[in-house]
């Protein structure tokens, strides 16, 4: 199981941005599709975003569909999530995950310990 670290978290007004990042080690994640999830305060984890090995194919939940962008860097082993236009229902403890494979297959088999981003009004 690769070992995942979420960055760059923190309180932002709404209306402002944040960029998490996930840091992959232990093993590479470039064959991998990646996913972002979150949980807020008494509710179940929803998903977020997910892109393809390749970055090719991405989807995205409604709600953060064309404010949010996930991206990755192969290269450097690491997943960006790009917030923008963040509102107050957006606060949550956010998590990254690893698809067991290339894509889509909504089976992860290893998850960041996870990032809060709270976003105030």
């Known amino acids: 199981q690769v070992q995942l670290v979420e960055s760059g978290g923190g309180l932002v007004q709404a209306g402002g941005s944040l960029r998490l990042s996930c840091a992959a080690s232990?093993?590479?994640?470039?064959?991998?599709?990646m996913a972002w999830f979150r949980q807020a305060p008494g509710k179940e984890r929803e998903f977020v975003a997910a892109i393809s090995w390749n970055g090719a194919l991405t989807k995205y939940v409604d709600s953060v569909q064309g404010r949010f962008t996930i991206s990755r860097d192969n290269a450097k082993n690491t997943v960006y999530l790009q917030m923008n236009s963040l509102k107050p229902e957006d606060t949550a403890v956010y998590y990254c995950?690893?698809?067991?494979?290339?894509?889509?297959?909504?089976?992860?088999?290893?998850w960041g310990q996870g990032i809060q981003v709270t976003v105030s009004s």
């Open positions: 232990g093993r590479t994640i470039g064959s991998r599709g």
């Open positions: 995950a690893a698809d067991r494979t290339a894509w889509n297959s909504k089976i992860y088999d290893s």
